[in-house]
């Protein structure tokens, strides 16, 4: 059992860091330079995974790790460069993105890539999952795994979230982190803003630079005792363009 | 007699008792009945309010960590309302879980058409790998519900206040033939078979009983049949002809006719009692007899 190692050890056995994810994202893009709208989870996945999460592709099967459900599958270059640079697949894989035999859609599948805890694409569905997963584990005494999971401001549109954030507090899941991306892309706003639902639910709250490392890992290993924790992550504004592109 | 919802109660309760790995998942239906298991398990009987989407994503969640997920509500709000989540939080995830649903077609006719479910076992047919029960009595229930939470796959159990009066040998997976005669072969499914007799008293027909209707039992569909030519009525307690495609293709190398019978696509806009809706439905046992033998004699 790898139990030790998962509550030890962060980060990868990869000696890749941020300043290589550039490169990893061309490797699916094609393109040297990635707009903000390509790299709006960039910032926040790599401190969560460098210096937060407790897994690695070593431990990825273990029952104890740390769980990260990446909710919002919509542009996921961002989040298969972290896991390459974490060593959780080959970056040769990430040429193939998007092809008929690679396992790297545009939306991530659990079942494919090695890694990836949820399967997404449709939005909104993991909120509920991890909550779910949050309170399989705590059923089972799996007190020192953490369970995040990131969404995207336009991604709360859908109401389920809102099922899931109003039950996760009264239920204390303290195990149960939500990482919002916010880039101002959700059509009608957040009136009041987004870390006031969370708060209004009984979650611990806080609202953050998304691009300030330092800022992140603070707001990620704030105590939160007997609650639910949300980290609001704002990175710069979606540009217009028009409506959700389908692919 | 309990119903099948008593006994799925009083089952799995005794389930959470036996087995660590299970939890039940609630959206308040039921949540008075289990209040001695949640009592006795408080993290492993779990009632997230009136959230279905919620209610079937903790079912996701918790079978990604290992668990045994036992999902229930009412068919209306367990299988259609969240019928996204039942597609991607389980079987794209690679994962399974137990549904349990209540009020099936018109358990509760006064309550109209929201809380009546005739499509759910059409819906969870477009599904791939969803084992479908239809028990007909609380013994086959709970047989077939014991069976149902040793597995991680994935198996919708739809319960109904409907129900025989005797208790059959269900297996979790084959037809069981209960006479065998020339003229053709009836399928009933579930709680329709007390009717189905009725009807086909005196008739010289194959009788089939079905309690688990996904995966389809071809192979005795088939023998049932014979080689030659084969007519076959299948009355369903759903949507009519739900298993007709099926059926059809258990056929594919000999000919048919087949005749679905079930509940009618049309919404009838009535309350008052199941017996009234059965009849409605010409799912009686004097309409059966009128359309069985109106089938099997035209050829």
Known sequence: MTQTTANTRRGGGTDRGFDDLGRLMSLMTGAEKHGPAATSTLDALWVLYDRVLRVTPETADDPDRDRFLLSKGHGPMAYYAVLAAKGFFPEELLTGFGGYDSPLGHHPDRVLVPGAEIGSGSLGHGLPLAVGTALGLRLQGRADSRVWVLVGDAELDEGSNHEAIAHAGPAGLEALHALVIDNDSATHGWPGGIASRFEAAGWSAVTVDGRDHEALHAAYTMAHPGRPHAVVARVEPKPDEGEPKVS | ?299
């Open chain 2, 1 to 299: 007699m309990d119903t099948m919802r008593d006994r799925f109660i009083s089952t799995t309760s005794q389930l959470l008792d036996e087995d660590p790995r299970l939890a039940v998942v609630l959206a308040d239906i039921s949540s008075d009945g289990f209040r001695p298991a949640q009592q006795a398990h408080p993290d492993r009987v779990i009632n997230v309010g009136i959230r279905e989407q919620l209610l079937i994503g903790v079912g996701g969640g918790l079978a990604l960590t290992g668990v045994r997920p036992v999902v229930h509500t009412f068919a209306s709000f367990l299988v259609e309302r969240p019928f996204e989540q039942v597609k991607l939080d389980f079987g794209h995830q690679g994962t399974g879980a137990v549904l349990v649903s209540a009020g099936a077609s018109y358990d509760w006719p006064a309550g109209g058409f929201t809380h009546m479910a005739p499509g759910d076992v059409a819906l969870m047919d477009t599904l791939d790998g969803w084992t479908i029960h239809v028990p007909g009595h609380p013994d086959e229930a709970e047989a077939l519900l014991r069976e149902a939470v040793k597995g991680d796959d994935r198996v919708y159990v739809r319960l109904s206040l409907q129900q025989n009066d005797r208790a059959l040998p269900v297996t979790g997976e084959e037809f069981l033939t209960l006479r065998e005669g020339r003229s053709g072969v009836v399928i009933a499914v579930g709680p329709m078979l007390g009717a189905v007799e009725e009807a086909v008293e005196g008739l010289d027909v194959t009788l089939l009983y079905a309690t688990t209707v996904r995966p389809f039992d071809s192979a005795a569909l088939r023998r049932a049949a014979g080689h030659a030519s084969a007519d076959v009525v299948i009355v369903e307690p759903y949507l009519a002809g739900t298993s007709t495609a099926a059926a059809n293709d258990a056929l594919r190398d000999v000919p048919h006719r087949i005749l679905g019978l079930g509940v009618g696509r049309a919404e009838l806009r009535r309350y008052g009692q199941m017996t009234e809706h059965l009849t409605a439905h010409r799912l009686d046992p004097a309409s059966l007899r009128q359309d069985i033998t109106g089938f099997l004699g035209g050829r």
